[in-house]
């Protein structure tokens, strides 16, 4: 029996495994495929594997089985249903893929085998990881933001085009920029699109021309592909030159199902080179009917102006006087003006001489004079208050002052000597309260109300 590791395993205990005559436990094939199956599941991890594919078969169930090696190895593999569903390829022998798989033992035949849980082509696959994995950083950043898009010119004077001089690409924008809109001025900025090297030229190209400043817009694209052609526009060092741009840009980059990082950055996303040269440029007849338009609407509206101000002549002409009249007219309306002017002063005059007697009544019931004679009454009362209760609380205290005279003379020592008592003390001027703390022949001082005398206990 091999040796596992401690805790790992436990033989199991079944009334059908035979017991030797020495005590071992005896496993059936199929309890050591099911333990194996146990210890494999549980002990390794999803893991990647690439390789290639070898064996493939896809029965009625829907589950894909297949055999995956490389050069000196191999291994069995099965996608069950619910997983390969989601498998956005036809796997076929022969293939290079990259799986996602755990580890697990086929019981029946006690084989080795991967369950697989992703499966994606092995070159593609990753380039796909690494596209979306730059694409979640620069939305972090948020290069991809709709608030830091810049508009495009809607008559821009100088275009220029990022692109491969020799692609047809750069061919179809300048016919259609040539149709819709020759005014414009379209300088080429050759660069390579694909191939090593390829990102850093049409990095350098957008930072150039967005130092130099000398066109109004920027196309940066080429024509279809792969992905692997068009991964120079999915490149992180042509997203930021765009973004740092400050001149508008368009990407127009491959089909119109291919997206790029290039097309997430710049400010306008075309479908297509063309597509591009249109969003670009304006429509040269469009632009004729649309002034030849806005010619008649200024014609029509210069007549409407002219009738209109040839009306106003006629009523200004119908309305003109004789300055006679007009002066008559005035005059009347100045005697009018006149008296209506006295009649307001006197009015006014009337009414601020009331108001005028109502302040002086007022002022005089507020005068100071008369506050200052109620003042003066409540100072007399208030001092002859104050002296009162002064002379009462002098009193008051005079009084407490006697009798706590009294009361201390009544506990004063001195009054005690006065009724004929005495104080007794030693030589060391203790005092002697009891007879038996005194000897014969013992020298006493004795202290009365007036005077002191010295004697000696016989």
């Not at 005035?330 to 008296?339: G, K, P, S, T, W």
Request: with cysteine.
């Amino acid at each position: 029996m091999p040796d596992f590791p401690p805790g790992a395993y436990s033989p199991p205990s079944s009334p059908q495994s035979p017991l030797p005559t020495d005590g071992r436990p005896v496993l059936s094939v199929s309890e050591l495929n099911r333990e194996v199956k146990h210890l494999l599941e549980g002990s390794v991890p999803l893991l990647w594997v690439s390789g290639e594919i070898s064996n493939f078969a896809a029965p009625s169930s829907g589950h894909w089985y297949f055999t995956l090696k490389d050069a000196r190895a191999q291994v069995r593999c099965a996608m069950f249903r619910g997983r390969n569903q989601m498998v956005r390829f036809r796997p076929a022998n022969g293939r290079e893929v990259l799986a996602r798989a755990r580890v697990s033992l086929y019981e029946g035949r006690g084989e080795f085998q991967l369950i697989i849980e992703h499966l994606e082509e092995a070159g593609f696959g990753a380039l796909m990881r690494q596209l979306e994995e730059l694409k979640a950083k620069l939305q972090a950043e948020g290069l991809f933001d709709l608030a830091r898009k810049k508009p495009l010119p809607h008559l821009p004077a100088t275009i220029g085009i990022i692109t491969s001089p020799t692609g047809a690409a750069v061919r179809d924008m300048i016919q259609v920029l040539g149709r819709r809109y020759p005014a414009a001025k379209i300088e080429l900025i050759p660069v390579a699109v694909q191939g090593q090297g390829s990102a850093q030229q049409i990095a350098r190209a957008i930072e150039l021309a967005g130092r130099l400043q000398r066109h109004d817009l920027l196309i940066v694209g080429r024509g279809g592909g792969s992905l692997e052609d068009l991964w120079s526009f999915n490149e992180e060092i042509v997203a930021r030159a765009l973004a740092a741009c400050p001149i508008p840009t368009i990407s127009a980059v491959g089909h119109e199902t291919d997206t790029t990082i290039a097309d997430l950055v710049a400010d306008v996303r075309a479908p297509t080179p063309s597509a591009a040269a249109e969003i670009a440029s304006a429509n040269a007849a469009a632009l004729t009917e649309e002034i030849d338009t806005i010619r008649s609407r200024l014609t029509r509206a210069m007549h409407l102006q002219l009738r209109h101000l040839r009306q106003q002549v006629q009523l200004v002409g119908n309305r003109i006087r004789h300055p006679r009249e007009q002066l008559q007219n005035r005059a009347q309306r100045l005697d009018h003006l006149e008296m209506r002017l006295h009649s307001a002063i006197r009015t006014r005059t009337t009414g601020n001489a009331q108001r005028l007697a109502q302040l002086e009544r007022a002022l005089a019931q507020v005068h100071p004079r008369h506050r200052i004679e109620r003042a003066q009454v409540q100072l007399a009362q208030q001092t002859q208050r104050l002296q009162k209760s002064a002379l009462a609380l002098l009193q008051h205290k005079r009084e407490q002052v006697a009798h706590a005279g009294q009361l201390l003379h009544s506990v004063s020592p001195l009054a005690v000597l006065e009724r004929g008592y005495a104080i007794v003390q030693d030589d060391r001027k203790q005092v002697i309260r009891r007879a038996q703390d005194t000897r014969s022949g013992q020298r006493i001082h004795a202290r009365l109300a007036e005077g002191e005398i010295t004697a000696v206990i016989e």
